[in-house]
C-alpha cells in the first residue's frame, strides 16, 4: 500500500497518456472551457475580464473576426455590450452606447431571426433595423445581396443567449464576421451555445455572490486544493 | 425609424438555416452537448434539490461516458466534512455502507492516505495499488479488487478517478467519482475534460445553492 506501491511506469504512462498539452481543436476548446469556469470562479477578476476571456476564445478558436459579449443590467430591464472585440474603435464605441430594452431583447419584429439551436438565432441584413446598420465595420456593404444560403452576408450576425432560472436572458454572446465568410457549421454553433451556457452560469454566481451574504457561502472550508486549477 | 419585419427574410434561406441548424441532435457529440444544456437548466430549476441534480449527473455519466459506477461527495457545511452524497451503479449494500463514510479534508488531499496520479487540471486516478486496507470493502466485488493489474492500460477494478469541484478559494467542495468503465481501459483524454467540465457546472451550482440556503435561513 501507500503510493511506493504505484510502478513508475503506471506512473509514467498516465502522465504521458493524460499530458496537460491538447492534442486537436476539439480538446483545446475543452481545456479552454475548464480554465474559464475557474477564472470565472476566481472572485479576484472581475466579470469584464472573464467576458474578456471568452471573446478572445471565440475570436481565436471558431474563426469570427466580430465577438461582442452583452449583459443584462442586474435588477433593471437594460441589457447592454460590455465586451468588443475585433470592432474598429468607432463601432466599437456605438456598441458600447447602445442600450436595448425588453423589446429589443425578445421581439420578433424589432430584430427579425431564424433559431439556429436551444440558445441561438441568426439575425440576418435583411431583417435588421435601419438604425442598427451603423453597427458595422463596413456599413456600405451591409446592403449586399444574398447570393447564396450558404453566404454571411455583412449585417449578419449570431446571438447565442446566456439563461438565468426563469429563461430570463442574462446576457448574450454575439458572433458576426466568420473569416470564410460563411455560414458556421453546427458544430461551432453548439459549442458557442455550450460556452454561452457555461457564462450563464458564471454570471448568476458572480450576481449571487453581490448580494448581501453571498461573498460567505462556501469560505467556511478549510484549506485549498491540492491541484492548480490554472 | 423605419422598421424591417421579419416577412423579409426569404422563406426558402430561413427554411435553409432551420434545417441546417435544426436542434435535434446529430451525433454523439451533440448529443452529449445537449445533455449538458439540459443538465445546467435542470441545475437552475429552484424546484429540483441539489441531490436529484447530482442523481441526474451520474445518469448523465453512465449514458455518455460508459463508467458503470459513479459517486458524487459534497462537503457537509453543518459536520465540516466530506461524505458521498449519490451513488450510481454500486451494489445497494455497498451504496448504503459508502455513505456512511465520512472523510475529513486530509483525506481529500493526503498523497500519503490516497496515493494518486494527476490525469488533469482537477482530477486524478486513484490506482488499486495505493489504496487503504479499509477501503477495500467498499468495492462491488473485493476479490477483484485484490487481483494484480494485468496491463499498464487495464482500468482496474479497484482503481478510481476523483474529479475535484472547486470552491471560491480553489478548495474543494465536492468531487465525482467515476469506476468500472464497461471497456475496462483507462479513459480517454475527451472523457476526462469532459468529467471536469461537469464537476466545473456542479461546483457552481453547490455554491449557487448554498447561497439560497443561506438567503433563505437569514
Redesign the interface.
Known sequence: ???E???P???R???T??S?VP?DD??RI??N???L??L????RQPLKAVFEQVARLVFRQFGFSEVAIGLKVKKEDIWKYEVAFGYTKDVEAKLFRTRYDRDDMYS???F?????????E?N?A??????ETDKYDRPYRWHAK?TS?EEFLPGDFLDVWM???KKEIIGWIEVSGPKDKL?PP??T???I??LA??C???V??RW??E?P?????????????????Q | ??????S???S???Q???S??S?IP?DD??KL??A??GL??YG???RQSLHSFFEQVTRLIFRFFAFDQVAVGL?D?KQ?DYYVDVTFGYRDDLAAEYKKVRYD?DD??S??RF?N??????S??N?I?????DERRLFNRPYAVSAA?QA??QFHEGDYIDV?M????????GWLELSNPRDGK?PS??T???A??IA??C??????R???E??AR?
Not at chain 2, 472547486?166 to 467542495?173: L, R, S, V
Not at chain 2, 461546483?203 to 449557487?208: D, H, K, P
Open positions: 500500500m501507500g503510493k506501491a504505484i510502478t511506469e503506471f506512473r504512462l498516465l502522465e497518456m493524460y496537460p492534442k476539439n480538446e475543452l481545456n472551457f475548464i480554465d469556469m475557474a470565472g470562479s476566481d472572485r420578433q419584429e424589432r427579425p431571426n431564424i433559431k439556429t439551436g436551444r440558445l441561438s441568426l440576418v435583411e431583417g435588421l433595423p435601419l438604425i444574398r444560403f439563461l438565468d432560472e455560414q453546427r458544430s454553433l453548439r459549442w451555445e455550450l451556457s457555461l450563464a452560469e458564471i448568476m454566481l449571487a455572490e448580494e451574504g453571498g461573498r460567505k457561502a462556501g469560505l467556511a472550508i478549510p484549506g485549498t486544493a491540492p491541484m492548480s486549477t | 425609424m423605419a422598421t424591417r419585419t421579419s423579409q427574410i426569404d426558402t434561406f430561413r435553409h438555416i432551420e441546417k441548424y436542434p446529430r457529440h451533440e452537448i445537449d449538458l444544456l445546467m437548466e437552475r430549476d429552484r462537503y457545511r465540516k479534508y481529500m488531499v498523497q500519503d496515493p496520479i494527476k490525469i488533469g487540471k482537477i486524478e486516478l490506482p495499488e495505493g489504496l487503504p486496507e493489474r499498464l492500460d475535484w472547486m470552491g471560491p478559494q480553489k478548495n474543494i467542495i483507462l483524454r475527451m476526462v475534460m469532459w471536469e467540465i466545473s457546472v461546483a457552481y451550482v453547490i455554491r449557487r448554498w447561497f439560497q443561506d438567503q437569514s
